[in-house]
């Protein structure tokens, strides 16, 4: 078989070039759990199985907090605004680095 | 087939590539009626590397003018001008310029805007890192946070003391445009991540239900089991003298909701925005999704969710 002229190999690379100009667009991100804020084993309690109670942001230190509470410290800061818990209450605070750093 | 039996066949594809160029879509230029109002070195970038198919300002290189790239360059500019115009942006109201600005570079932050194929073809519309950073400063300018005022805190509290004097009672609430139901229980799910925005200053928690939670704990995320729910629950910041900053008012909740199949039509998520104390359904039809999948899309390889959960167990 004879060679393909230059004018056949051109009009190839051009419909290559746009098939692959109709191609998928490529991924920018994949999914990913994020193991540096996870926090099992290390912990009496599970960040996964605790609610929220409140959250801050502390600019000063880059840090975003939030605070978990078990059943009763949930049910009793969504019931009142004094700070009088119940015995049994627990609560954690969670202290990531912010990743996006704030102007102090 | 030798050299000679190609000859027919090229003519055939050459007669074609004419006449197709024949067949040519319109494209016009209609006039700029609000252009974007931005400092000069913003709208330079934008010019640059945006207004060919987000503005009515459309200058189409002549390899663009050639069928079949025309019809390509058409249909991205039609597409293009209808999700955003830069010519008409001055007619949106300030806070939703913001919102829609915020959402552009968060595309180009992801690489998913300029298109990729339109950045293979058109190099000098790629975005430097240099200038990512002139959009993030003009978008988010670093400047002093400001303590609330007495009057915001005091909104806040009051709103607070409501709920808690509410309790467990849950208003009638809307669905969204697109039928999607308010879920009341979305309080009681658990938290999955939490995050900040700089340019409309909101604080951020993000809950995930029981079959989202289950989905983390055995890494099976990608994509999310039918069923899985996330709810982003915002709050306005409220900034202390000290400059710390805790939630203040209620500011919206939305929910992501996975069902591959009954939501096809949206990346196989239902969607849904409630505003304010009220709860007030967010968009004026069902067509307010085409901002939810817009701003997701370029996370289609992590099941077009932002979120990276923080890894727990059971």
Redesign the interface.
């Known amino acids: 078989m004879k060679a393909p002229s230059k004018g056949l190999r051109l009009l190839c690379i051009g419909a290559l070039a746009w098939a692959a100009g109709c191609a998928k667009n490529p991924s920018v991100t994949t999914a990913a759990l994020n193991q540096s804020a996870a926090l099992v084993g290390a912990l009496p309690m599970n960040p996964l199985a605790w609610r929220i109670i409140s959250s801050a942001i502390d600019p000063a230190n880059g840090t975003m907090s939030t605070l978990y509470g078990n059943d009763l410290a949930v049910g009793y800061a969504r019931a009142n605004s004094q700070h009088d818990y119940p015995a049994g209450r627990r609560w954690m605070i969670r202290a990531g680095l912010a990743r996006r750093f704030r102007p102090k | 087939?030798?050299?000679k039996g190609?000859a027919p066949f090229?003519g055939i594809?050459a007669v074609a590539f004419v006449a197709i160029q024949f067949v040519r879509p319109r494209l016009t230029n209609p006039p700029v009626s609000a252009d974007l109002d931005a400092p000069a070195d913003v709208k330079e970038i934008l010019q640059t590397s945006c207004y060919n198919c987000h503005s009515n300002e459309t200058k189409l290189p002549w390899f663009d003018r050639v069928v079949?790239?025309y019809w390509?360059a058409v249909r991205d500019v039609r597409r293009g001008r209808a999700r955003l115009n830069f010519s008409e942006f001055g007619k949106l109201p300030a806070a939703q310029q913001k919102g829609i600005l915020f959402e552009s570079v968060s595309q180009i932050e992801?690489?998913?805007m300029p298109?990729?194929?339109y950045r293979?073809?058109h190099p000098e519309s790629v975005i430097r890192p240099q200038q990512l950073a002139v959009l993030k400063s003009y978008l988010a300018p670093?400047?002093?946070?400001q303590p609330s005022t007495q009057a915001e805190i005091s909104a806040a509290d009051a709103q607070?003391?409501k709920w808690?004097q509410t309790?467990s009672t849950t208003p009638a609430v809307s669905p969204a445009p697109n039928g999607l139901a308010f879920l009341p229980d979305y309080k009681?799910w658990?938290?999955?991540?939490?995050t900040?925005r700089?340019d409309n200053h909101t604080?951020r928690?993000i809950?995930g239900n029981d079959i989202a939670?289950r989905a983390?704990?055995e890494?099976h995320?990608?994509p999310w089991p039918d069923g899985a729910a996330f709810a982003k629950v915002a709050w306005l910041?409220q900034v202390d003298d000290?400059?710390?900053?805790?939630?203040g008012a209620f500011f919206q909740v939305e929910f992501m909701i996975r069902d591959a199949k009954k939501y096809a039509n949206t990346l196989g998520w239902g969607w849904g925005r409630w505003r304010g104390a009220e709860l007030t359904p967010y968009g004026k039809n069902a067509n307010f999704t085409n901002e939810c999948v817009g701003c997701h899309r370029?996370?289609?390889?992590?099941?077009y969710?932002f979120t990276?959960?923080?890894?727990?167990?059971?």
């Open positions: 087939m030798t050299h190609w090229l594809l079949p790239a390509i992801l690489g998913a298109l990729p194929d293979r073809v670093v400047e002093p946070l607070h003391a808690i309790g009681n658990k938290p999955i991540s939490s900040d700089l604080i928690q809950l939670v983390i704990a890494n995320i990608n910041e000290k400059g710390s900053i805790r939630p370029p996370m289609a390889d992590a099941n969710v990276m959960p923080m890894r727990g167990e059971l």
